[in-house]
């Protein structure tokens, strides 16, 4: 199987369902700022199928009462913005 690192950048909705395409079975690997947008990294094979992942940003201090459809999400990373005065912490839906 051939791999490659693939960048994803991803918008920052608070408290709403971001969409990324990317190839089947992606290994999310991290999320971080570059250039003020937040982008996700994640181990792929591009001769995969592309499908959505879902991505959740929840701010610090955010009481989340309900879980996604397939169960709880997976921690991906933590972002700073405004000069780290807002902190989101990023989850994505498990496949």
């Known amino acids: 199987m051939s791999w490659a690192v693939f960048k994803y950048p991803i918008?920052?909705?608070l408290l709403g369902?971001?969409?990324?395409?990317?190839p089947h079975n992606a290994e999310i690997?991290?999320?971080?700022?570059q250039r003020g947008q937040a982008c996700v990294w994640a181990r792929v094979n591009p001769?995969?199928?592309?499908?959505?992942?879902?991505?959740r940003w929840?701010?610090?201090?955010?009481?989340?009462?309900?879980?996604m459809p397939n169960g709880y999400p997976v921690y991906v990373g933590t972002v700073m913005e405004?000069?780290?005065?807002l902190v989101f912490h990023l989850f994505v839906d498990p496949e």
Not at 17 to 22: A, D, K
Not at 58 to 67: F, L
Not at 82 to 85: A, G, I, M, V, Y
């Open 11 to 13: 918008t920052m909705a």
């Open 47 to 55: 001769a995969e199928r592309t499908v959505a992942r879902t991505f």
């Open 17 to 22: 369902e971001v969409s990324v395409p990317m």
């Open 29 to 33: 690997l991290c999320v971080q700022m």
């Open 58 to 67: 929840y701010p610090t201090g955010h009481i989340e009462r309900e879980t």
């Open 82 to 85: 405004l000069n780290d005065t």
